[in-house]
């Protein structure tokens, strides 16, 4: 299928120089970290036979759903670019949660000491640039060779609060940066299996999407891009920290939304309209 997963918090390879560096490396990475989000991409990628992107590197080192200019130069001991204003390049980092993240609320800075200026230019050039280089790659492929792809970018979240004490909140979310990164059927058929299929889901609240969809979404060339977040209370156990016995039908679920998404995404390619579109 025309389609591409790609998991960019699955990361949980920590070099000790890492560890050695944060201030509280358990606490940072359970709270950073799609923690074992990587439990549901492998057997839905596996079960649809689609492509699938993984990140290794942890989201403490370095968070590939960022812009690469999105940096907090005062964490940077060394040569630094000339700024001279704040730019929509750098908004994520001015609250800590940049191309590599500083703080965190009710933590405070993470990190022991400032990055080395070498430390961070060998983290995007090793990291950053070579997972957005094969995302890019695999959906120009798949837009090659169907005449559309289907990037869904694939993430958990925390429980979302309750505003009431009645409220049931969403334990999905569909982004797709309002409207901007993806065509809407697609969409819709995203939020209607989901909800045929008894789960709560809601459409880019609180999260539409970021960095990735900005800068993959396409759809004038028939690259569509959509963000799916799962809570972990769906999959993991208790202390959201290990899978439990119900991620295997989670993993069940998102593979037949793989599949239907996939199949439509196919249907458009065959169409031609992603094709003339692109022309």
């Known amino acids: ?7 960019p918090h699955s990361g949980r390879c920590y070099p000790a120089f890492l560890l050695a560096a944060l201030r509280q490396p358990e606490r940072a990475s359970l709270r950073l970290e799609d923690r074992h989000v990587d439990a549901l991409a492998l057997p839905a990628a596996e079960a649809t036979q689609t492509s699938l992107l993984l990140a290794d590197a942890p989201r403490a080192m370095i968070d590939l759903n960022r812009s690469a200019d999105d ?32 703080r965190l609320p009710g933590m405070g800075e993470i990190w022991r000491r400032a990055l080395d200026r070498s430390e961070l230019d060998s983290w995007i050039a090793g990291i950053y640039h070579p997972y957005h ?36 909140p969403a334990e999905f979310v569909i982004g797709d940066r309002f409207g901007a990164s993806c065509e809407p059927g697609l969409v819709d058929l995203a939020i209607r299996y989901l909800a045929n299929n008894g789960r709560r889901v809601a459409h880019n609240r609180p999260y539409a999407g970021g960095y990735v969809l900005d800068r993959y979404g396409q759809t004038a060339r028939g690259i569509h891009a959509i963000q799916v977040e799962v809570c972990r209370s769906t999959y993991l156990d208790a ?41």
């Open 1 to 7: 299928m025309p389609v591409l997963i790609a998991v």
């Open 71 to 102: 940096i907090d130069w005062g964490m940077v001991r060394g040569p630094k670019p000339r700024i001279t204003r704040h730019s929509l390049a750098n908004r994520r980092s001015r609250n800590g949660l940049g191309l590599v993240p500083r």
């Open 133 to 168: 280089a094969a995302l890019s790659h695999e959906l120009e492929r798949l837009r090659d060779r169907w005449g559309t792809a289907l990037l869904i970018d694939l993430h958990s979240m925390p429980p979302l609060p309750k505003a009431q004490p009645h409220d049931q």
């Open 239 to 279: 202390r959201l920290d290990q899978p439990s016995v119900r991620a295997g039908a989670i993993a069940k679920l998102l593979s037949g939304l793989i599949r239907t998404l996939g199949t439509e995404a196919a249907l458009m390619g065959n169409s031609g309209v992603a094709a003339q579109a692109a022309e």
